[in-house]
């Protein structure tokens, strides 16, 4: 399939990547940031998100309402996101419209006019997302985990920033962060769907080729010391008690990466997966419980998740507890296995039909990798994984002393000692 795909760098660094789709009348466009929370030095927490929003506020040419009446005309799905390492830009629209799209993201990102008074009123919009945030028990908790998780890491710190560091984002300190970081050779440009390369390369070297990146800023690439707290936080007026358990786990770039995804699934990926089973189906403790695993490009996180009553708290860690050491004494069946290889796969092919998911993943492998992955490479590795390698990932992640616990509502005297936390 990897004829389809191509790849230009322009002279100043910037990377164009294109996958052709002849049978679809659809094309995605995006723009991936090589930069989100992770890089920003503490007193610009939360930078990168406020000028992911703050792009939308008009540019040299087009003011907010023209970005969004343009957006809207375009009749396409506009998103933009910011993540620990990255801040993305995407607009899937009718093949017929990639200039036109094309030309409107580039026109955001290069050319943002960062006016105050609408820099003030994006900073409201801001703060009252932290609230929703603080109003949401799963992400609020998430957060608190976050911090205790990496102490005196920018992991730990909120993507959208705090109220105190968002307010100081003024004209002078967004522009200058943003001609730093958002420059041409930190940029990926990946598009999919039902075009040419040529014409996404001759948009590119029209809107960024006399872009250099004199300004480039050095970015916060440490490596973070993780710590296993146990952290449990009062929220009276909460119905439930929310509850994480967590490990460190594989980065992003690691070769164990498909037998660390089978086994997450294994433990929470699906109706199957035994923790589903065994809380929710066999006992009925939760309605929301699963199992999920972020990675970074230099470490990574396993966690079990669940929303249960005050009552039953004790026996969800204890059987969520008890399946990861199941699995690191007992390992996992060939059934169980062949299983979650199976929906693997499936989720892959069926994502071949999308051009969004096409765009993300070449965009993702080019920042993670630097370079494509070829489809039959990756299911080559996940058809390759044994119970043995499932094992062993289990058993070098999963150690008593690593684990890490976080408990948010009303914890009606829940106590906990690490030793309960025992999976050897």
């Known amino acids: 399939m990897n004829e389809n795909i191509k790849k230009t760098r322009l002279e100043n660094g910037l990377t164009i990547l294109t996958e052709k789709m002849p049978g679809v009348r659809s094309a995605t466009i995006g723009f991936w940031v090589k930069s989100g929370s992770r890089h920003e030095p503490e007193h610009l927490n939360g930078i990168c998100h406020f000028i992911e929003h703050s792009v939308f506020k008009g540019t040299a040419k087009r003011s907010a309402l023209d970005i969004a009446v343009e957006s809207d005309k375009l009749g396409g799905n506009f998103d933009a996101f910011t993540s620990h390492e990255i801040t993305g830009f995407t607009m899937k629209i009718v093949d017929k419209c990639v200039p036109q799209a094309f030309d409107l993201l580039a026109d955001m990102l290069a050319n943002p006019r960062f006016d105050e008074k609408e820099l003030k009123r994006e900073q409201k919009v801001i703060i009252e997302e932290m609230k929703m945030v603080e109003d949401t028990p799963e992400e609020y908790l998430g957060e608190l985990f976050n911090r ?83 952290l449990l936080k009062k929220k009276r007026e909460l119905e439930q008690t929310h509850l994480i358990i967590a490990t460190p786990f594989v980065p992003s770039n690691s070769p164990q990466r498909y037998a660390a995804n089978l086994l997450t699934n294994i433990l929470g990926g699906g109706t199957a997966s035994r923790l589903w089973q065994s809380v929710r189906e066999q006992r009925g403790l939760a309605y929301s419980v699963g199992a999920s695993a972020i990675a970074f490009q230099d470490c990574g996180i396993f966690s079990v998740y669940a929303g249960t009553s005050p009552k039953h708290l004790d026996q969800v860690v204890d059987l969520s507890i008890a399946e990861m050491r199941r699995i690191v004494r007992k390992g996992v069946s060939a059934e169980e296995l062949e299983l979650v290889k199976e929906q693997g796969v499936a989720s892959i092919l069926l994502g071949l039909e999308s051009t969004s998911v096409r765009a993300g993943t070449l965009a993702r492998q080019e920042i993670v990798h630097g370079k494509t992955i070829p489809i039959e490479e990756t299911l080559a590795n996940i058809e390759a994984v044994t119970p043995d390698d499932i094992q062993a990932v289990a058993r070098e992640f999963f150690q008593t002393e690593q684990i890490a616990l976080a408990a948010l509502g009303n914890l009606n005297g829940f106590k906990i000692e690490r030793s309960r936390l025992s999976v050897s």
Do not use: C, M, Y
């Open 148 to 230: 205790a998780f990496f102490p005196a890491h920018p992991l730990g710190l909120p993507i959208e920033g705090t109220r105190e560091t968002v307010k100081t984002f003024g004209h002078r300190t967004t522009a200058e962060f943003h001609a730093a970081v958002f420059a041409p050779s930190n940029i990926v440009i990946a598009a999919a769907g039902n075009l040419e390369h040529s014409q996404l390369v001759g948009l590119a070297e029209k809107s960024f080729g006399k872009t250099t990146n004199d300004e480039q800023r050095t970015t916060n690439n440490e490596q973070p010391q993780l710590a296993a707290p146990i």
